[in-house]
Nanobody, 123 residues
Framework: QVQLVESGGGLVQAGGSLRLSCTAS????????MGWFRQAPGKEREFVAA???????NYGDSVKGRFTISGDNAKNTVFLLMSSLKPEDTAVYYC?????????????????WGQGTQVTVSS
């Protein structure tokens, strides 16, 4: 069994920064990929960013140049540094873990999900 726990969400003003973290525990996957998704009220869950075991990273179009994902393989932890935040970034942010193969930007690649953490950006 794997448990994922997100932290770091909160209320920030537009233009500010926020750092999210996600730690996996239990029987974690070997050679895994970890990703971040977000879901705003009334909208579908959206891919944000992912990092592979090798360190290769991928980002959604809406966050490229503003968000940075990083991981610590030994600690089974992934971070998301969000900068230049906009009101449209407001959402519940979820971390996920899956096998390190294939595309990293689609929901079906991930086997485990956290409960999510709320990020609210005010204008």
């Amino acid at each position: 069994q794997v448990q994922l726990v997100e932290s770091g969400g909160g209320l920030v003003q537009a233009g500010g920064s926020l750092r999210l973290s996600c730690t996996a525990s239990g029987r974690t996957l070997s050679n895994s990929a970890m990703g971040w998704f977000r879901q705003a009220p009334g909208k579908e869950r959206e891919f944000v960013a992912a990092v592979r075991w090798s360190g290769r990273r991928n980002y959604g179009d809406s966050v490229k140049g503003r968000f940075t994902i990083s991981g610590d393989n030994a600690k089974n932890t992934v971070f998301l540094l969000m900068s230049s935040l906009k009101p449209e970034d407001t959402a519940v942010y979820y971390c996920a873990m899956g096998r390190d193969y294939g595309s990293t930007d689609i929901l079906r690649k991930y086997d485990y999900w956290g409960q999510g953490t709320q990020v609210t950006v005010s204008s």
